[in-house]
């Protein structure tokens, strides 16, 4: 069980980020930080305790800063102030060498748009995590059929990316990150593209990895009913700030602001949620 | 007249410059010298020993594997047939062994400066204006350094040629590993992969094709140097065309000039359908 701590994350992408940061601390909002510097802020200051072993949800409008916060965890993105911690060791300390190895082995990740190796079969695409571990090509491949078969593409390891549909790339991705068999997946809007029967299917299947292996998944969902049904905790975001995080229950009867009011109004008691 | 006052003559450093050179690190140029020699010397030796029959079979081998067509199998033949039947045959593996020899050091020279600018934008602000200036220079010019440093013969002529006919290929290895989606490149970054193995397991086999696209470019300028090459001691068919018209033969002048115009569009129609092979493999994406 792997916990992460997010602590004062901020993060402006453009080159005036000095000014732009210094906004932000005086409670500049985004639109405004945009026209003055032309940077946009992708994280506010952002603070967040994710508990190991749990499947922890986050939220937010398109641009709010999910895919730059997930990004943080395993260092995709570097952040202009703060740090993360996972484990209690700071993430923004590690070499190269050690970043890499902590990458392989710790964390993996599910792309909002697959980011699959055109030029690899599925099951190359698959084992990559493991291969780049150094397992050999016959060590690995039962490993990828396992997954492959797990997320419906039995018969399909042979096959390249581009013969794929959406939503057959979108459970390739997710085979590589779960073949990774690491402690922590981040997962990118991991079944947007999934049709509702195997999108219901991938959710238990989260269930069960949370259940039986307690791995840390952080997922990310424009879908409530998914988060309710799957999360632990749900985080929301709101123009790289965060807005509430609490337990599905929290989030739903007692809404911090109208902001996510307006996320949970349409949804009036349908469904149980999972972690009650 | 333009004021003598002004003038100013590099004539002088310049040849001061290489004489010292020469003096100074002669030892360098011939170390260089000889083993490229012997390479020359090697590839002729082996494409000259050939029966004709062999080299034609490794040519239509060549075609299959990067086509899969018969038509251009047939028409490598059929070319190949004229090449033989104008006598030329001899003249045309020379030529051959200085184009092969020349194409695989620009190859070790070009694709690692092209990788080298995709990973550095200060070494490509500083090298793309070079092979501007490289790709606009008249041929004729690089004989110049090269006789300097080399004398005649052989080995200038094809370090004459790698220097007019590279820069193609580092510009397209640049542009096809920077064209690279980021996106993957992303992924096998957060899968722990370290620069190495994303340079070798995804940056150059997605840039392939644009590779191949850049020797393709490579070799058919090789080819457009063999004239004047020849003029330096390339042998072969540049010198064959050299000959006819020093001597007003225009027939010999042609049927060499045929000799070079067929074997560019063999070579170029095998290495552009590797081209399209490797881009075919990976389908639309
Ligand atoms: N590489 C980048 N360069 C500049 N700005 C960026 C970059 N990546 C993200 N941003 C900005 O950061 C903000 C947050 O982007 P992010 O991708 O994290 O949003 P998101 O919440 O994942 O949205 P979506 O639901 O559409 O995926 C946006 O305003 C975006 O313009
Ligand atoms: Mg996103």
Known sequence: MTDIKIRNVSKIFGGSWKAALAMTQQGADKGEILARTGCSVGLDNVSLDIPGGRIFVIMGLSGSGKSTLVRHINRLIEPTSGEILVDGSNVLDLKPKDLRDFRNRRVSMVFQNFGLMPHRTVLQNVVYGQRVRGLTKVDAKPIGMKWIETVGLAGYENKFPHQLSGGMKQRVGLARALAADTDVILMDEAFSALDPLIRADMQDQLLQLEKNLHKTIVFITHDLDEALRIGAQIAILKDGKLVQVGTPNEILNSPANDYVARFVQRRAGAGEPHHA | ?285
């Open chain 2, 1 to 285: 007249m333009f004021p003598e006052a002004f003038h100013i003559s590099i004539r002088g450093p310049i040849n001061d410059f290489v004489q010292s050179l020469v003096v100074n690190y002669g030892f360098v140029f011939k170390a260089i010298s000889q083993t490229l020699l012997q390479a020359i010397l090697f590839v002729e030796w082996i494409l000259r020993g050939l029966p004709w029959w062999a080299v034609f079979l490794v040519f239509l081998a060549l075609a299959w594997a990067a086509s899969k067509k018969v038509s251009l199998v047939v028409t490598v033949a059929v070319m190949l047939f004229v090449v033989g039947a104008l006598g030329l045959w001899d003249l045309t593996m020379q030529t051959l062994a200085l184009m092969l020899i020349a194409s695989l050091i620009s190859v070790a020279i070009g694709v690692p400066m092209g990788i080298w600018l995709a990973k550095s934008e200060l070494m490509r602000r500083i090298t793309l204006p070079v092979l501007d200036v490289m790709q606009t220079m008249p041929s004729f010019v690089y004989l110049i350094p090269a006789i300097m440093l080399f004398g005649l013969g052989k080995v200038p002529a094809v370090l004459a040629t790698i220097i007019y006919a590279v820069p193609p290929l580092i510009r397209l290895t640049d542009l096809g590993i920077r064209q690279v989606d980021g996106e993957v490149v992303e992924a096998a970054t957060a899968f722990g992969g370290s620069p190495t193995q994303i340079l070798f397991g995804v940056e150059l086999p997605l840039a392939t094709p644009t590779i191949m696209a850049g020797l393709n470019q490579t070799i058919m300028m090789a080819l457009s140097m063999v004239v004047v090459a020849s003029m330096i001691g390339a042998r072969g068919l540049g010198e064959q065309v050299l000959n006819g018209i020093q001597t007003l033969d225009v027939g010999k002048g042609l049927e060499a000039g045929l000799g070079i115009v067929i074997l560019a569009i063999v070579l170029d129609r095998i290495t552009q359908g590797f081209g399209q092979m490797s881009r075919k493999e990976r389908g639309n994406d």
